[in-house]
């Protein structure tokens, strides 16, 4: 069952809200637990619910028990010992300067995730190999520059994909109805590929959605 943190602990969640936290979560920690010297790329604060928690920032050490409320700057070294009986805490997070980057991370995360969304993205974005090979050839409308295969075969390092594999998402490309395999009209033994035109235009539905997005993103920031 979803806790309501704004239900359960009403004040202790305003408290971290009005000061500006992104993101507030209850959290469980262990009896007896280190956490070892770390630190964050994104403000840390905790009110402690239950139990107590030895917070050392190399400067000062400072016991916390229930009620009370700490921060720590982001990229500041510390570190957390958890009492016998572990300890529950209101935990915030403020992202500051890092809320972009953190946004444009989710969104490129999301056009990777797409699965059973957009079968056709899903499939562009499977393998670097199978990003280099549809982007390369969206590319092409733009640029008219046509490459060959062998051209298509030398550009996708080897690190990603053999020779071998990179025909076989060509192959699986063509059967699909993706790519259209073409012949020159100067060597009828060459031949170059290019975007089904519905896959083109599908591809270009894609890129504009992320650009808005982004866009977006640095907006707001």
């Given at each position: ?32 637990w280190d956490t070892g010297f770390h ?7 905790m009110i402690i619910l239950e139990g ?94 046509w490459m060959n295969q062998e051209d ?70």
């Amino acid at each position: 069952m979803h806790t309501d943190l704004r239900d359960v602990w009403p004040k202790e969640y305003a408290k971290i809200k009005k000061l500006g936290y992104d993101t507030i979560e209850r959290r469980q920690l262990g009896s007896n637990w280190d956490t070892g010297f770390h630190t964050h790329p994104f403000k840390a604060c905790m009110i402690i619910l239950e139990g107590e928690i030895l917070l050392n920032n190399i400067s000062e050490e400072i016991l916390l028990n229930k009620g009370d409320f700490i921060s720590v700057d982001n990229n500041v070294s510390h570190n957390e010992q958890i009492g016998p009986k572990g300890a529950v805490v209101l935990y915030g997070k403020k992202f500051n300067e890092s809320k972009d980057n953190l946004a444009i991370i989710e969104d490129s995360l999301n056009a990777l995730y797409l699965g059973g969304i957009n079968k056709l993205i899903s499939l562009v974005t499977k393998t670097p190999a199978s990003h280099i090979l549809y982007l390369t050839l969206y590319k092409q409308h733009y640029s008219e520059i046509w490459m060959n295969q062998e051209d298509i075969l030398n550009l996708i390092p080897k690190i990603y994909a053999s020779r071998s594999t990179v025909i076989n998402l060509i192959n699986d490309g063509i059967n699909r109805n993706f790519i259209k395999k073409k012949r020159t009209h100067s060597d009828k033994r060459a031949v170059y590929y290019e975007l089904n035109e519905d896959i083109f235009y599908e591809i270009e539905s894609w890129t504009k959605d992320r650009k808005s997005k982004l866009v977006n993103i640095l907006q707001s920031g």
